[in-house]
């Protein structure tokens, strides 16, 4: 059965070191759910405190709304798949299987039978004699699956599970987790630093930075509504620009950039301190569809040759850059030529500038 | 280095020497001591093959320019059997010119044909010598004189009268109410010999020479020594200088057989403790000077008889007196030591003679590192180990 | 880049002939020696073939002296185990960098000084006016001080141990640093506790150094002598002090006899060990 996690205001701190800093969350039983966020962002660490191998140093973790605190590892309904797997060594594949049928007194044909059924699951059937040591990287990955699947944890946990792969076998182990997340309806929580894999699995994904989360959503409103420069940033929206005013009605605005007037998606939520504008480069227009579309007449600083496209650099009066992308085929614009690209609804968001790195 | 020529030496008929010589340069496994340095065929200086403890260092400089010899000091190892050995099967006598050895071998080693007698003639200071140590049983040969007396003490039993009150027997180390409250030394050639002293001159057993005990008078001395261990008598068997303090300095044994200088050494450490004079005599030991066949065939017995004439002439027993304690059984110690008081102290190389005097005025049986039934002796330890 | 066999060979060459000159000659003289005839007289040896060493093992009790070594190396060696687990494993899993490293430069402390010392210092603190008796006076737990401290078997046995500890520390401390921590968490993460987690994952995987341990162990304590020496009762005996005790009399068949017996032993355990360990594991760069 899945199970819902709370966590309630947990930090975890190494000395000085904050390492996971006040965060709460709620994930729904059954969801998938990614931490996502770079190294050292605190990710890893809230996992270990899921699974018990942590203990947290302030705040509360339930299951099902029932307090984890001195529940070790062990005797937790959370099973693992870990980054460096952990496959025991001195054992066979169906060994390492069913490793933790047998510490809950399974033997014989039970266990084998889940076993079989386990590497099953995974696609390896039949290779339950085999020495572990002698198994490819993504067998090694599955045996590792089957391992924590056969358990049918009430929560699966995993620690960038693809981390080490080449990129046929991230791509096809990834549809596994999604089939497998189906199939088992457990609550996956998997920690990555790799967009794309949060973004293909996750329901939700929460976006972690020095140890807090910075946004908690599905994964287009990521996309949509960053909530801050940070997040825009990180999921690869580059062009964030900073306005001179931005003028409100309801929900529409207008913000005047280097005296030019583009319209805007404000915020659902009140903006307090100071905002950047980011533009999403998918819904800018160049050439014949501009005209009609409102937007801005820019100077072209660059244009570098991506192979399918052509990456246009284009400036403001005072400066500031976006990029659009021209087919390849397009004429190369001109540097110091003018070029007007026109905005597409909910091209340019109005964001909280947390995270916006300083001008420079 | 491309051949390694072991097995086919092994399966040859090699004489013993060679085999030895083999042996030196190869097995370090074989306890018989580093190379000595090689003796010098000089005019004067002699290779002298001895106990550690009768080395005098630098001073052999200064007895050089006195007696117009100088030693080549190599250590022997001082035990008996790997001593032999070298001499009977090694290259002992290619290499040295006079042994100075544990007393008991030299009967052993004349038989063989390994030493040489002295000439007592060339030897002026020989006459000086007390009559007791050359009264040692076995300096002499059918009739000649192979071993010249160069050390000489005797031991008893250190003890605490402040426990014990007066001791005067060895029966102490036997006496069960002192049970698990004395020691011994870890050594058949010294164990035996208080053993059998006591039991001959206190329990009048029939027994000989302490110090070269028969085939039943060991098994009567052994079987004692093991009833007494059985009966937890001895709270351990010591060896070595720091092991026989330490018994005495941390009060484990109120009495145990040992050497003299840990009475000192207690003493020293502020712990009441005397020496006993038993009635039943000192064990005695000597270290002997034997001129070995290797000098006479390389014509260096003069030179070798005006070394060990040296040794007796007080200059080496003045020296060793103070740096060891030893003696050297002559009166010559304290005439030198009276022509130079910078050097020596006279009234304490007069006070060691008479102190070691004294112990040879009464009964003593001699220690002998090579009884007739050593091999018994070492088949006894062991039964007495294992008891 | 790829050596050519003539330099693998000059590479091979010295050490391995350095091995048979300092290692197995002496061992091949020893073994043949045992064979042959002693001649009192000269306490010296000759070519001809005899048991004689060997008979002379079954007399005077000399058996029962191998028997208790290989008593003692045993449990020794177990003891040894005993107490280096659970070091091994708070070095290599519980403390941190710096800690382990100073733990382990504790460990090797002891080898900083002679085994005479080492020895010699248990008398002093064992002894009836020593350390452990004062205080066990001083607290009244005893009115006299407690014999058996020193000079006995329980005496050698601490002054064993203390001596060939890190012997069995350091192969453990060593086969554990080559378990995956990450394998421990994930047998908790299966719902083993910690004996579980012991006796499932970590001593499987850490066997060779256990087995590397108790050998290192067995065969130093086998070796050696001061401990009974300085720590045992009256004639308390070991084989290197009977054989101690033999060379005094230059009796080299018997001595080298006493020597092939035990020998045959340690290899026999050697090969035993490596056959059912795998000792060579030790060694390997396993994948994980």
């Known amino acids: 059965m899945a199970i819902a996690i709370g966590i309630d205001n947990v930090s975890r701190h190494f000395g000085p070191l904050r390492a996971v800093d006040g965060v709460s969350l709620d994930i729904k039983a059954g969801e998938f759910f990614t931490l996502l966020g770079s190294s050292g962002c605190g990710k890893s660490t809230l996992l270990k405190l899921i699974g018990g191998f942590d203990a947290p140093s302030a705040g509360r973790i339930t299951f099902d709304g029932k307090d984890m605190a001195g529940i070790p590892a062990n005797r937790r309904p959370v099973n693992t798949v870990f980054q460096g797997l952990g496959l025991f060594p001195h054992m066979t594949v169906a060994q390492n299987v069913g490793y933790g049928l047998r510490l809950r007194g399974l033997r014989g044909k039970v266990l084998d039978d889940k076993v079989a059924e386990a590497l099953e699951l995974v696609q390896l059937a039949g290779f339950g004699p085999r020495d572990v040591n002698l198994l490819s990287g993504g067998q090694r990955q599955r045996v590792a699956l089957a391992r924590a699947l056969v358990m049918e944890p009430g929560i699966l946990l995993l620690d960038e599970p693809l981390t080490g792969l080449d990129e046929g076998l991230r791509q096809q182990m990834r549809d596994e987790f999604g089939r497998l997340h189906k199939r088992t309806g457990a609550t996956f929580i998997l920690v990555t630093h790799n967009q794309d894999e949060a973004l293909s699995l996750s329901d939700r994904i929460a976006v972690m930075h020095a140890g807090r989360i910075e946004q908690v959503d599905q994964p287009q409103r990521f996309f949509d509504q960053p909530a801050n420069a940070f997040v825009a940033r990180f999921v690869g929206i580059e062009a964030l620009l900073r306005p001179e005013t931005v003028e409100r009605h309801g929900d529409e605005g207008i913000a005047t950039i280097a005296g030019q007037k583009l319209p805007v998606k404000l915020a659902t939520t009140a903006q307090s301190g100071s905002t950047v504008i980011a533009v999403r480069s998918d819904r800018l227009v160049v050439g014949d569809g501009a005209a009609p579309l409102p937007g801005a007449t820019l100077t072209v600083v660059e244009s570098v040759f991506r192979g399918l496209h052509r990456d246009v650099k284009l400036a403001f009066a005072d400066g500031q850059t976006i990029v659009v992308a021209i087919p390849a085929d397009r004429d190369i614009p001109a540097v110091g030529a003018a070029m007007k690209v026109g905005m597409k609804p909910g091209a340019a968001i109005e964001i909280s500038s947390s995270g916006m790195p300083e001008a420079g | ?387 | 880049m790829k050596a050519s066999p003539s330099t693998i060979f000059g590479l091979v060459f010295l050490p391995l002939a350095a091995i048979l000159v300092l290692g197995l000659a002496p061992l091949a003289v020893v073994v043949v020696w045992s064979f042959w005839a002693w001649d009192p007289s000269t306490y010296w040896i000759k070519p001809d073939f005899s048991l004689a060493g060997y008979a002379a093992i079954l007399e005077a009790g000399r058996w029962t002296v191998i028997l208790s070594t290989l008593v003692k190396a045993l449990l020794a060696a177990l003891i040894c185990l005993v107490i280096a687990y659970p070091t091994a494993y708070a070095v290599t899993f519980l403390a941190s960098r710096r800690l382990a490293v100073v733990l382990l430069a504790l460990m090797t402390i002891p080898f900083f000084t002679s085994y005479l010392i080492r020895s010699f210092s248990w008398r002093l603190v064992l002894g009836r006016t020593g350390v452990v008796n004062t205080f066990l006076q001083d607290v009244g737990l005893t009115s006299a001080p407690i014999d058996w401290l020193l000079f006995s078997d329980f005496a050698v046995m601490v002054g064993l141990v203390a001596s060939y500890l890190p012997f069995a520390t350091f192969p453990l401390v060593l086969a554990m640093g080559r378990v995956d921590s990450i394998v421990l968490s994930a047998a908790r993460d299966l719902g083993a506790g910690f004996w579980t987690v012991l006796r499932t994952i970590l001593l499987p995987l850490t066997l060779s150094g256990v087995f590397a341990g108790f050998l290192f162990v067995f065969v130093m304590v086998a070796g050696s002598s001061t401990e009974v020496q300085m720590l045992g009762g009256a004639g308390a005996s070991i084989v290197s002090v009977m054989i101690n005790d033999v060379m005094r009399v230059a009796n080299y068949p018997l001595a080298f006899a006493i020597s092939t017996i035990v020998l045959a032993v340690i290899l026999g355990l050697v090969l035993i060990g490596n056959w059912t360990f795998g000792l060579a594991r030790l060694f390997e760069d396993r994948a994980q």
């Open chain 2, 1 to 387: 280095m491309t051949k390694w020529k072991v097995p086919d030496a092994l399966r040859s008929n090699l004489q013993r020497r060679d085999m030895l010589k083999l042996m030196g340069s190869g097995a370090a496994a074989m306890a018989m001591g580093g190379l000595p340095r090689m003796a010098m065929a000089q005019d004067a200086t002699i290779a002298f093959w001895a106990t550690a403890t009768l080395d005098i260092g630098d001073k052999w400089q200064q007895f050089a320019e006195q007696e117009g010899v100088m030693p080549e000091f190599t250590d022997n190892g001082n035990d008996v059997g790997p001593v032999v050995a070298r001499l009977a099967a090694g290259n002992a006598n290619d290499l040295f010119d006079l042994g100075g050895f544990q007393g008991g071998a030299e009967r052993e080693l004349a038989r063989q044909g390994l030493i040489a007698p002295w000439d007592v003639s060339k030897i002026p200071n020989y006459e000086s010598v007390w009559q007791w140590a050359k009264d040692i049983p076995y300096l002499t040969h059918e009739g000649k004189q192979y071993g010249i007396p160069t050390v000489v003490n005797a031991d008893s039993i250190i003890y605490r009268p402040d426990k014990l009150g007066k001791v005067d027997s060895y029966g102490v180390i036997f006496d069960p109410k002192l049970k698990g409250r004395v020691a011994m030394e870890d050594a058949w050639i010294n164990s035996a010999v208080f053993a059998a002293m006591y039991l001959k001159e206190s329990e009048n057993q029939p027994i000989g020479d302490p110090g070269n005990l028969t085939e039943a008078e060991l098994g009567l001395v052994m079987e004692f020594l093991i009833k007494h261990k059985r009966d937890g008598q001895f709270r351990t068997f010591w060896n070595g200088w720091e092991q026989g303090v330490q018994l005495v300095a941390d009060e484990e044994v109120d009495a145990m057989t040992g050497w003299e200088p840990i009475v000192y050494e207690g003493r020293k450490r502020g712990l009441q403790v005397e020496y006993a004079a038993p009635v039943e005599g000192y064990e005695g030991w000597g270290n002997n000077a034997v001129l070995l066949n290797g000098a006479v065939e390389r014509g260096m017995a003069d030179v070798a008889h005006k070394f060990v004439n040296g040794l007796l002439g007080g200059f080496y027993g003045c020296e060793l007196g103070k740096s060891r304690g030893y003696m050297v059984p002559t009166d010559k110690n304290l005439a030198y030591a009276e022509e130079h008081p910078d050097e020596y102290s006279p009234e304490e190389v007069k006070l060691l003679a008479d102190h070691v005097k004294a112990k040879f005025s009464g009964k003593v049986a001699w220690q002998n590192c090579r009884p007739d039934n050593f091999q018994l002796y070492e088949e006894w330890w062991q039964k007495l180990r294992n008891a």
